[in-house]
Nanobody
Framework: QVQLVESGGGVVQPGGSLRLSCAVPKSILDFYAIGWFRQAPGKDREGVSCISNRDSSRYIADSGKGRFTISEEYGNNTVNLQLNDLKAEDTGVYYC?????????????????????WGKGTLVTVSS
């Protein structure tokens, strides 16, 4: 059973920052694309960011460009999502997920489908 575990959520004021982390088994991290998603109350899940070691691709959704950064913490088998200048609309549960296969293990493909393994999520609340 593949386990992905998110951490780092919390309550922050608008303009604040958080760093989310996703612990990923090394065998997954080496060959899968790791995506970050969020789901706000009453809204559909949205793909926020992605990183892939297989083809060195990365992706940040337009909603996070200039504010969010995805990175990998080598040695700790962790994928981090740095969230800066947070806004109320960034509130939601943030999930990390893994997608494999030759065509799936890239961030150059839409994040809308194909993710096989999911964490349980971490809640981010942006509120004054």
């Amino acid at each position: 059973q593949v386990q992905l575990v998110e951490s780092g959520g919390g309550v922050v004021q608008p303009g604040g920052s958080l760093r989310l982390s996703c612990a990923v088994p090394k065998s997954i991290l080496d060959f899968y694309a790791i995506g970050w998603f969020r789901q706000a109350p009453g809204k559909d899940r949205e793909g926020v960011s992605c990183i892939s070691n297989r083809d060195s691709s990365r992706y940040i959704a337009d909603s996070g460009k200039g504010r969010f950064t995805i990175s990998e913490e080598y040695g700790n088998n962790t994928v981090n999502l740095q969230l800066n200048d947070l806004k109320a609309e960034d509130t939601g549960v943030y999930y990390c997920a893994a997608r494999g296969g030759h065509s799936g293990s890239t961030c150059r493909r839409s994040l809308d489908s194909g993710f096989d393994y999911w964490g349980k999520g971490t809640l981010v609340t942006v509120s004054s």
